[in-house]
């Protein structure tokens, strides 16, 4: 199994940058497709960002395409994710996930989970 710790999450004015970073520690990185997903309060967790197993394909949610940008880095077990152009409405709890199998756009098929990071978006 693997295990993933968040971290980079905080308070931005709205427009402003933040980088994410989601260490992984465990069985192989390099085998597991990643996502980043958010949970608002009283609202469904949303996918954010995906990408395959060696970083060659990503998808993104309708509502972060053009200003974020999900990476990996096998070498370091690392996932990210740049955010820019932050608006109040990206605030939320940001978590990244793990699945031992292709890119996914769906909660249910990430086995693995992160504790999550606050990202607010003042206005």
């Known amino acids: 199994q693997v295990q993933l710790v968040e971290s980079g999450g905080g308070l931005v004015q709205a427009g402003g940058s933040l980088r994410l970073s989601c260490a992984a520690s465990?069985?192989?990185?390099?085998?597991?497709?990643m996502g980043w997903f958010r949970q608002a309060p009283g609202k469904d967790r949303e996918f954010v960002a995906g990408?395959?197993?060696?970083?060659?394909?990503?998808y993104y949610g309708d509502s972060v395409k053009g200003r974020f940008t999900i990476s990996r880095d096998n070498a370091k077990n690392t996932l990210y994710l740049q955010m820019n152009s932050l608006k109040p409405e990206d605030t939320a709890v940001y978590y990244c996930?793990?699945?031992?199998?292709?890119?996914?756009?769906?909660?249910?098929?990430?086995?693995?989970w992160g504790q999550g990071t606050q990202v607010t978006v003042s206005s």
């Open positions: 996930a793990a699945r031992d199998r292709g890119l996914a756009l769906e909660a249910r098929f990430y086995r693995y």
């Open positions: 465990g069985r192989t990185f390099s085998s597991y497709a």
């Open positions: 990408i395959n197993s060696v970083g060659a394909r990503t």
